[in-house]
Antibody
């Protein structure tokens, strides 16, 4: 059974930093691209970033490029999102998802809440 | 990069059928999309991938009541024999070589 468990969310001041983690199990982690998606309170889903299975390629939404960095440790089956220069508009539940080629985000975690506020 | 357009809301009666639409932007009418369901307070759940030909492949455990079809740039999610648990937000997703995008979502109310 595929399981994705996010952690690392919390309250952070504007301009601060945070690192999110997503622990994966139940599939061959290194074989799949992984994504971060966020959902602000009462809003829809917003793609944040995707990283290839090897970690060699990564892609970002314009809203986070230059501030967020996606990475992965395939030896630990863990996906990360390093978030810097956080803004109030980054407040959201952050979800990780397994990406299946030509099929979309097939498995989702439950999410971790990030609140940016002074 | 592609843009996906969805109606903000839809409603249908218990036991009836509903067809939700996701429209691809100009120049992207051949894109594959995915449909996701998000019940209140829960994480999204993958429903299916849907090709421009109308061919679809559902995720594990998705009921037979859910199906997909396509026409040009439009991708449809059809839910038959509506149940109360189908009341949820439905999102379409697509991608290109270096980005992914979601539609704004359709809130389905089961009357």
């Amino acid at each position: 059974e595929v399981q994705l468990v996010e952690s690392g969310g919390g309250l952070v001041q504007p301009g601060g930093s945070l690192r999110l983690s997503c622990a994966a199990s139940g599939f061959t982690f290194s074989s799949y691209a992984m994504s971060w998606v966020r959902q602000a309170p009462g809003n829809g889903l917003e793609w944040v970033s995707t990283i290839s299975g090897s970690g060699g390629n990564s892609y970002y939404a314009d809203s986070v490029r230059g501030r967020f960095t996606i990475s992965r440790d395939n030896s630990k089956n863990t996906l990360y999102l390093h978030m810097n220069s956080l803004r109030a508009e980054d407040t959201a539940v952050y979800l990780c998802a397994e990406v299946v080629a030509a099929a979309g985000m097939v498995y989702w975690g439950q999410g971790t809440l990030v609140t940016v506020s002074s | 990069q592609p843009v996906l357009t969805q109606s903000s809301s839809a409603s249908a009666s218990l036991g009836s059928s509903v067809k939700l639409t996701c429209t691809l932007s100009s120049g992207h009418s051949n894109h594959i999309i995915a449909w996701h369901q998000q019940q209140p307070g829960k994480a999204p759940r993958y429903l299916m991938k849907l090709e421009g030909s109308g061919s679809y492949n559902k995720g594990s455990g998705v009921p037979d009541r859910f199906s997909g079809s396509s026409s040009g740039a439009d991708r449809y999610l059809i839910i038959s024999n509506l149940q109360s648990e189908d009341e949820a937000d439905y999102y379409c997703e697509t991608w290109d070589s270096n980005s992914r995008v979601f539609g704004g979502g359709t809130k389905l109310t089961v009357l």
